[in-house]
């Protein structure tokens, strides 16, 4: 009886440490992450901040997590070009990473969704998981839609729900002008405030609308000039990076009053601009803000101190977030099973409680609406050191900026 209880607590001692083993098969794993946007050209001051802030988060993140594994972010220069996105993602394979991501320019995100796709059908066994941080043409998630593709930050038309929804209780917008890039994200913000706005607040009258080339104008003073003369109390842009800092500095030079309402006030160069004075409010659409609680307070005090720069793609804490709930649940880094865990997951996100949408594979999550305002002892932290920050004045739950999808999702 002695021998056979002695087997028994051995037989059941192993059969644990073999299930034990088992369930965390992937403890101690690296997951590399192909990071792929522009690092050179007009827009590398925002692709560069970018980059550091998934590699800032992969740190952290990797000191402890319910998965047990490390992630690695490896940089790769699209410079922003559909055709070098390509070139990258077939190095980044080549390389053996099966995880990518990427955000600035939905054409860039078009070629690469397509790419991922084919690949994957191609070559059962080395599937690759695409993490859109910021592309947010809807297309993406509606016609483009892929079971591969999983975006973190809200689309143009949800944005643009939410944005319209503060705005049509604004008294005083009553004249808009619409000035945007000339490429999917820029027309389709001007096309949605259209349509939206016609139907929340019929009186608002569009006196006056462009479209300019992405990345190319150096001299925003027409366009201000044209803003000026049609008597526009408002203005809203889809404009990021160097083509908003412009269009503000041109503003404020021709001494424009009128108030901005923008998707990316925040990305690098334009709070400096912002900070040199402007004639009317500025005001903000998007997934978070630089006064929420931690983890964003800790990390972007942590950012600033180590590379005195802002820390505002959050989208990288949910990203990698998004990763160790679906990778502990697959008790695998194989992208098939992460895939699988994460379609449909609901996780606790920087901004609560969010939802990787099964149908589409859109984040739902909350949004706010922000305005650019001087710091206080309750807003303290200063944005680019101007001693000003974004400060939330609505937030917009995840169910008002939900719109639907018309994806008809391919599974494998």
């Not at 055709?83 to 054409?107: C, F």
């Not at 309402?261 to 160069?269: F, H, I, P, Q």
């Amino acid at each position: 009886m002695r021998f056979t209880r002695r087997l028994f607590g051995v037989s059941v001692a192993a059969t644990a440490a073999l299930g034990c083993s088992l369930a965390f098969a992937q403890s101690g794993q690296t997951v590399r992450i192909a990071f792929m946007d522009p690092l050179s050209g007009p827009f590398a001051n925002v692709g560069q901040n970018q980059l550091k802030s998934w590699q800032f988060t992969a740190e952290e993140l990797s000191k402890k997590n319910s998965a047990g594994v490390k992630f690695e972010i490896v940089p790769f220069d699209n410079k922003g070009s559909p055709q070098e996105s390509l070139n990258t993602l077939k190095a980044a394979i080549d390389q053996g990473i099966r995880y990518v991501t990427q955000g600035n320019g939905s054409g860039a995100a078009a070629a690469i969704l397509d790419a991922v796709q084919k690949h994957n059908e191609r070559n059962p066994g080395k599937e690759v998981i695409y993490l859109n941080y910021a592309a947010v043409d809807p297309a993406l998630t509606n016609e483009r839609c892929s079971y591969w593709h999983f975006r973190l930050d809200a689309d143009t038309s949800q944005k643009m729900e939410a944005l319209t929804s503060y705005m049509k209780d604004v008294p005083s917008v009553k004249n808009v002008y619409l000035i945007s890039q000339n490429y999917a994200h820029g027309q389709q913000v001007n096309r949605y405030f259209k349509e939206i706005m016609a139907r929340k607040r019929p009186d608002v009258k569009i006196v006056g609308e462009d479209l300019h080339p992405l990345g190319q104008v150096k001299d925003f003073a027409p366009f201000v000039a044209k803003i000026k003369a049609s008597g526009a109390d408002s203005i809203v842009t889809g404009n990021w990076g160097q083509d908003l800092t412009l269009l503000v500095k041109a503003a404020k030079d021709a001494g424009l009053n009128a108030a901005f309402y923008t998707y990316y006030a925040g990305v690098s160069g334009t709070p400096t601009a912002l900070a040199a004075g402007v004639g009317g409010p500025v005001r903000v659409v998007s997934y978070g803000h630089n006064s929420l609680p931690d983890p964003i307070k800790r990390m972007q005090d942590e950012y600033k101190k180590r590379f005195n720069d802002d820390y505002y793609t959050y989208a990288t804490y949910n990203g990698i977030q998004m990763l160790v709930e679906g990778i502990t649940r697959a008790k695998s880094t194989d992208p098939v099973k992460v895939a699988a865990a994460i379609s449909g997951l609901k996780f606790r996100g920087f901004n609560g409680e969010v939802e990787m949408r099964k149908t589409d594979h859109q984040l739902l999550q909350p949004l706010f609406i922000t305005e650019w305002r001087k710091a206080d002892a309750k807003n303290p932290y200063s944005v680019e050191n101007t001693g000003w920050n974004f400060q939330s004045i609505r937030e917009i739950p995840s169910f008002v900026a939900a719109t639907p999808t018309s994806c008809q999702m391919k599974r494998p």
